[in-house]
């Protein structure tokens, strides 16, 4: 079953440190590209960062630029995303989704998502 | 504010057809395919539509989607209680370089 894991979600402070983690299962993980997106409290979904099968080729919304790393653990089947100098506006629930083989390709599966509370 | 246009919501009654738009630009839905995901109460977002009018193995003949010009637009035809739901398109942004959605549509089965 192709399915996407995530974890690492919790409570934080304002200016605080965080990694989340999506393990996938269930496919060849270095053919896809790999998403992060987020969903505030009753908002929409908002695109975070995203990253190749091979980890050479990232981007990044600009809210984060700077502050949130994405990154690959091909061995493990993970994506990881780093999140530093995290904000209050952070606070949400963090999905992992999976691409295609081409940058340009629909999110096909989805993780169930992680929450990230940014709060003193 | 997003940079696609959805409307916040529509309705219909089970049986009809409910269509639901998607606004953008030249630099995104112009230049680009669209993609539509729904998402249910209390769920993680699924795949609906993929380029444009595709739809992944599993998902209704009910459900269609269409692109023009700078504008997209899905239609869920035969409306049932089960198509309860937040509607998002989404694409990619040449100028942004990246992933933009629309704001989402609730979908309300009167």
């Known amino acids: 079953e192709v399915q996407l894991v995530e974890s690492g979600g919790g409570l934080v402070q304002p200016g605080g440190s965080l990694r989340l983690s999506c393990t996938a299962s269930g496919f060849t993980f270095k053919n896809h590209w790999m998403h992060w997106v987020r969903q505030a409290p009753g908002k929409g979904l908002v695109w975070v960062s995203s990253i190749n099968g091979d980890g050479s080729s990232t981007s990044y919304a600009d809210f984060v630029k700077g502050r949130f790393t994405i990154s690959t653990d091909n061995a493990k089947n993970t994506v990881y995303l780093q999140m530093n100098s995290l904000r209050v506006e952070d606070t949400a629930v963090y999905y992992c989704?999976?691409?295609?083989?081409?940058?340009?390709?629909?999110?096909?599966?989805w993780g169930q998502g992680t929450m990230v509370t940014v709060s003193s | 504010q997003s940079v696609l246009t959805q409307p916040p919501s529509a309705s219909g009654t089970p049986g009809q057809r409910v269509t639901i738009s998607c606004s953008g630009s030249s630099s995104n839905i112009g230049s680009n395919t669209v993609n539509w995901y729904h998402q249910l109460p209390g769920t993680a977002p699924e795949l609906l539509i993929y380029?444009?009018?595709q739809r992944p193995s599993g998902v209704p003949d009910r459900f269609s989607g269409s692109k023009s010009g700078t504008s997209a637009s899905l239609a869920i035809s035969g409306l049932q209680s089960e198509d309860e739901a937040d509607y998002y398109c989404?694409?990619?942004?040449?100028?942004?370089?990246?992933?933009?959605f629309g704001g989402g549509t609730k979908v309300t089965v009167l």
């Open positions: 989404a694409t990619w942004d040449d100028s942004l370089k990246g992933w933009v």
């Open positions: 989704a999976r691409g295609g083989y081409y940058r340009f390709d629909a999110f096909d599966i």
């Open positions: 380029s444009n009018n």
